[in-house]
């Protein structure tokens, strides 16, 4: 019954790599996003999707795709990875667009080697 | 610029005390505001919210306190226990947009 989840928990992979992390939520909500957190614990928003449409693209390196394939699901694919890029990425839902109260998935904690 | 941001990085309370969690925003606009807390390992929980048409709003052990006059709000944690030591983080949506975050504030509680 977990609202927003997100797979792997973990990833461990060397430079230049690419790889993804997906995000399901269950919630029924229409809107999706993806957050980035650095090690001094601030969250940034990187991407807003509302109902499989792009809302939120802000200055993030275009090695980072999202992809919503229904609205229950956005998925973050990294190309070329970057140390810089090691962090924990979260995703979240919520019901409307206007960024209202939203519900974050557990994270996912990136290490580049 | 815009920002969302916390008067103090840590707060250390003893076990039975209240807790006071500070908050500061730079947008007069800004209409609504949420507190999260986020445990170790998790990802950030709503606590509560508050809208710019309400200065105080409770809910269970916490209250919420507004004061547009001085764009600031405060969390206010009743009878701390052991299982509110975590990182709470004010938030706010700029233009009715996603969140925007503060750098958060760890509590830390004693017993």
């Known amino acids: 019954d977990t609202a927003v989840s997100q797979t792997p928990k973990y990833l461990v992979t060397q430079m230049g790599n690419d790889k993804s992390i997906k995000c399901e939520q269950n919630?029924?909500?229409?809107?999706m996003y993806w957050y980035k957190q650095d090690s001094k614990k601030f969250l940034k928003i990187m991407f807003s999707?509302?109902?499989?449409?792009?809302?939120i693209n802000e200055t993030v390196p275009n090695r980072f795709s999202p992809k919503s394939p229904d609205k229950a699901h956005l998925n973050l694919h990294i190309n070329s990875l970057e140390l810089g890029d090691s962090a924990v990425y979260f995703c979240?839902?919520?019901?409307?667009?206007?960024?209202?109260?939203?519900?974050f998935g557990p994270g996912t904690r990136l290490t580049v080697l | 610029g815009e920002s969302v941001g916390l008067h103090l990085p840590t707060l250390s309370v003893q076990e039975g005390d209240n807790s006071i969690i500070n908050c500061a925003y730079s947008?007069?606009?800004?209409?609504?505001f949420i507190w999260y807390k986020q445990e170790s390992g998790k990802g950030p929980q709503f606590i509560i919210d508050?809208?710019?048409?309400?200065d105080k709003r409770q809910g269970q052990r916490v209250t919420v306190l507004l004061n547009k006059t001085v764009k600031h709000l405060s969390l206010q944690i009743a009878a701390t226990q052991p299982g509110d030591s975590a990182v709470y983080f004010c938030?706010?949506?700029?233009?009715?947009?996603?969140?925007?975050f503060g750098s958060g504030t760890r509590l830390q509680v004693q017993p």
């Open positions: 979240a839902s919520s019901q409307g667009i206007s960024g209202d109260t939203q519900y």
């Open positions: 919630l029924g909500h229409d809107t």
């Open positions: 999707y509302n109902n499989k449409e792009l809302i």
């Open positions: 947008n007069s606009a800004s209409d609504y």
């Open positions: 508050i809208r710019s048409n309400m």
């Open positions: 938030a706010s949506p700029p233009g009715r947009r996603a969140l925007t």
